[in-house]
């Protein structure tokens, strides 16, 4: 990094704490010339913290996280983590809360302790899960909301941010290929997952909102052998039951077979149960299969059946024109869930669900109503009021780190993003494959697809595993 962008950033990296904190902190540092207000003992119009020093200690904390997260921890010279077994690491760690408060020199050194042993998920090697790598203008984005604080569930209290989830749930709906729809970030993909499980329901079945699940018929749902996890949490939680999730048998490749599927739903039926949802994977965990969405999009207009797709890792490749191919048919789903925070690197967490629905058929599902924060006489559009439509109440602004890149990359940037990291990975695998030591277990899905899609011979990217000499 050279002198003059490592100046720049700083500078910037302080105004930015300086304006996001300096006029919560002003009100503060104010003395008050009214007289003190007593109640039960307590100086209710006197400062509440030391400001002085609480001002030092954010402006010493920005320097470290500055030099131990954004610079150092980026170097591909430095460890990716000081690795500690968790009775070590109690040890080295001062974890006891006490009735006293601790000095600010201490507090520095406990953040600089937990910036030490953590994982930096930002180093060049940095290869454990789907996520990696450090975008510069979501982490900004992430320090405006945290200082700022908000909660999205009404326009008056989140203005600025209720219009920002909105125009990045159209631009990602227009990706997928809708001409409308409707959406909500949520806390995760399993939580995206498990409201389109829900909302499927919530469609065939309305009453069981408020009668419960005593008059419904035996529900299944399908899905790939290879699917998420979160698919048997979500049926779980949803009382359908995990028994009542049909594992679809996949290829080689990890894809769901169509054939199968189509078996599973006369299978069901015979057993006197009611099918109602299929879950379709773009990007599974771990052969990063994607299934194919035309043909399971058939079976499911043919069974009147709710097509989810669980795009939160492979959604991504929607914005590169080279591989959006992988999800073709997708347009055709009822609802998509999808992660920036994966390949696009938003930062955790960073989750939408898509819904092609405008009928507000999330809102109706999930709205609870309450008149003391979804008032109907307000005085704007009270549409904007969109934290009905979440199983949340208190909200994160997740979109904002999103339109942050977004808006810095654009979309041919982000573009770049999904490319690169293919290429990448097809660049691993030519270095694999000459490297003695070394075995190929399987060639990658993606590039097997794109390579059929062009009627090419399939040659790929891969699953590999080192063997041991």
């Not at 039926?269 to 058939?298: H, M, N, Q, Y």
């Amino acid at each position: 990094m050279n002198a003059a962008y490592s100046i720049w950033t700083v500078t910037a990296f302080y105004r930015l704490i300086f304006l996001v904190t300096g006029d919560i902190v002003q009100k503060e540092m104010t003395p008050s010339k009214k007289n003190p207000v007593l109640v039960d003992g307590v100086v209710l119009n006197g400062p509440q913290t030391d400001v002085k020093a609480g001002e030092k200690f954010v402006e010493e904390a920005c320097r470290l996280v500055l030099e131990e997260v954004v610079w150092k921890a980026t170097d591909v010279k430095e460890k990716v983590c000081e690795w500690q077994p968790p009775e070590q690491l109690r040890q080295l760690l001062d974890l006891e809360m006490r009735d006293t408060g601790e000095p600010q020199d201490k507090l520095l050194k406990l953040c600089q302790d937990v910036i030490h042993f953590s994982v930096k998920t930002n180093h060049p090697r940095f290869f454990n899960q789907l996520y990696a790598g450090l975008d510069y203008y979501s982490l900004a984005a992430r320090i405006i909301t945290e200082a700022l604080n908000p909660s999205v569930y009404t326009y008056e209290v989140s203005p600025v941010f209720l219009l920002v989830e909105e125009a990045v749930l159209k631009k990602m709906i227009e990706c997928v290929g809708w001409k409308e729809g409707d959406g909500i970030f949520n806390p995760g993909g399993s939580v995206s997952n498990m409201c389109a499980m829900n909302l499927a329901r919530y469609r065939y079945y309305p009453d069981v909102k408020e009668k419960g699940l005593s008059g419904l018929p035996r529900l299944i749902l399908f899905t790939s052998a290879e699917c998420h996890y979160s698919m048997k949490k979500a049926a779980s939680f949803l009382g359908i039951g995990t028994q009542n999730v049909y594992f679809v048998e996949t290829d080689e490749r990890g894809k769901m077979i169509p054939k199968e599927l189509e078996k599973g739903i006369w299978q069901a039926r015979k057993e006197g149960a009611v099918p109602f949802l299929v879950c379709a994977t773009s990007g599974t965990t771990v052969l990063g299969a994607f299934d194919p969405l035309d043909e399971i999009a058939e079976i499911c207009e043919r069974h009147a059946l709710w097509l989810h797709v669980d795009a939160s890792w492979g959604g991504s490749a929607l914005v590169s024109r080279k591989y959006r191919q992988l999800l073709h048919g997708i347009h055709r789903a009822d609802s998509v869930a999808w992660n920036p925070h994966k390949m696009l690197m938003a930062g955790i967490q960073c989750s939408a669900l898509l819904v092609k629905d405008k009928s507000d058929l999330l809102k109706k599902c999930y709205s609870a109503k309450a008149t003391y924060l979804f008032q109907q006489d307000k005085f704007y559009d009270v549409s904007y009021d969109t934290g009905d439509k979440s199983i949340q109440c208190s909200r994160r602004p997740d979109a904002f780190k999103f339109w942050m890149t977004w808006k810095a990359l654009g979309t041919l940037g982000l573009e770049e993003r999904v490319n690169r990291a293919l290429a990448l990975s097809r660049y691993l695998v030519d270095e694999i494959k000459k490297r003695e030591g070394f075995k190929l277990l399987m060639e990658s899905n993606e590039n097997v697809e794109i390579a059929k899609m062009k009627g090419l011979v399939d040659q790929e990217v891969a699953v590999v595993s080192w063997k041991h000499p």
